[in-house]
């Protein structure tokens, strides 16, 4: 369901869209689900077709546009056999970029009016059963000069240009960046935010910022993981592992370098429902009868919590689980 929760004490429903999902229950990454403008969304939605006479089956994903106001759904891509891997539109719904794994090549895509271009195109990626929104990742700058991709999955594999597994364009699809340029990003660029025109990214080292002229390190020994941008642009959340493999919530502000744990215990999957609050997902470390908790080293306590980014409160939450947010930042 979407809803307003601009008072988070009374928080009222606009739509119910369960119907675009009948096969989502248990998939924590999937479905992709994206917040455009207020009043809209965009869903990626499954869906089998019947093989024809003496033909194969098909499978097919659609991105759909939802109207919030009356739940009418409009198909923006069908695509026949292919994967969306990530999906992010510009702060002002205008332009909207995808990554999109095909039989013969992952495309990255940028759509700006009627047109949609390919803007890059590299290796087809082989399916797995890894967590996507960690290896492969488009977003926009929030000040709107920029777009980035990272296929983290690719690393390693030779590719320049329109080939590279990290690259940085501008909205008219020229390339400012690459992994193979003498401003280089390191061989295990993942998880990046930006802000403003300056794009912060997680490496071996620990976490990078990019900008035009130079890449810096900010946090040495951070890794961070899916982090997100506060509204007010002044905190990024994220989660990371201690040394027992244990996920822990963390905001960063990037004005000051400063951080601090947010997660009381064990905690993940942090979003800003306001510049104030904080939403996790709480997190335990493994026992003996775990046997379902994806191969992690740690396992949901099936509570969930929001805290108060000022004075540390933590109230537990009855949310299950996040898609998007709106508003997000934006510094134009």
Known sequence: M??????????????????????????????????????????????????????SHHTFEDLVEVSLNDQRTTTLVTVEDGTFYSIDWSRDGDTWTYLL??????????????????IASLPHVPGFGADATQLFRVGFSTD??????????????????????????????SLVAS???????????????????????????????WTQSRVQQVLPGVHWIRPKLSPDGTLIVYHALDPNGLPHVFAFEPASGAVKQLSCAGGAEGWFLNSRY???????????????????????????????????????SDVGWIADVWPRFSSS
């Open 2 to 55: 979407v809803r307003d929760i601009s008072d988070l004490s009374h928080p009222t429903t606009l739509a119910s869209i369960e119907y675009l999902w009948p096969y989502a229950v248990g998939y924590s990454y999937r479905p992709l689900a994206q917040i455009v403008i207020s009043g809209k969304l965009t869903a990626v939605v499954d869906r089998d077709a019947p093989a024809p006479s003496g033909g």
């Open 179 to 209: 992994s193979t340029d003498s401003i280089t990003f390191s061989q295990t660029f993942s998880n990046f935010i930006w802000v403003g025109s300056s794009l912060y990214f997680a490496d071996k080292n620990g976490i990078e910022l």
């Open 144 to 173: 709107g000069q920029f777009v980035a991709m990272s296929a983290t999955y690719l690393i390693g594999q030779p590719g320049s240009g329109s080939q590279a597994p990290i690259q940085v364009r501008r909205l008219d699809g």
């Open 101 to 118: 794994n095909t039989p013969s090549a992952l495309e990255w895509h940028l759509v700006q009016g009627a047109s949609d271009r390919i």
């Open 278 to 316: 904080v939403w996790y997902q709480q997190e335990r470390t493994l026992v003996s009868t775990d046997t379902a908790c994806d191969q992690l080293q740690y396992c949901s306590t099936g509570k969930n919590f929001v805290v108060d980014v000022t004075s540390g409160v933590e109230t537990q």
